[in-house]
């Protein structure tokens, strides 16, 4: 079982920066790989961003390459998701999530095991 705590959520204005943190704990945090989920008011879930493992791979949604960044530190059992550039519509909430399991989808929600309890992200016009 592993725990995710998400932190770092706000209100920010268009073309700002947040930088969100999820801390995990339970078990050896370098055998999951995380990610990025986000879920805005009346839509449903979206993938934003994954890592693998070791942090040597790492996927994004379209809408956010170039602007956000995912990022691990094993050695803190943490991992950040860098914001630049925010826009209205990346206003959603924010959830960490991880799986020991292979990835086929990591796209795919069920591929997901662990689940923190999120963050709001709100970004003015």
């Known amino acids: 079982q592993v725990q995710v705590v998400e932190s770092g959520g706000g209100l920010v204005q268009a073309g700002g920066s947040l930088r969100l943190s999820c801390a995990a704990s339970g078990r050896t945090f370098s055998d999951y790989h995380m990610a990025w989920f986000r879920q805005a008011p009346r839509k449903g879930s979206e993938f934003v961003a994954a890592?693998?493992?070791?942090?040597?791979?790492?996927y994004y949604t379209d809408s956010v390459k170039g602007r956000f960044t995912i990022s691990r530190d094993n050695a803190e059992n943490t991992a950040s998701l860098q914001m630049n550039s925010l826009k209205p519509e990346d206003t959603a909430k924010y959830y960490c999530?991880?799986?020991?399991?292979?990835?086929?989808?990591?796209?795919?929600?069920?591929?997901?095991?662990?689940w923190g309890q999120g963050t709001q992200v709100t970004v003015s016009s």
């Open positions: 890592i693998s493992r070791s942090g040597g791979d790492s």
């Open positions: 999530a991880a799986t020991g399991r292979r990835i086929d989808d990591y796209r795919d929600h069920a591929t997901w095991d662990y």
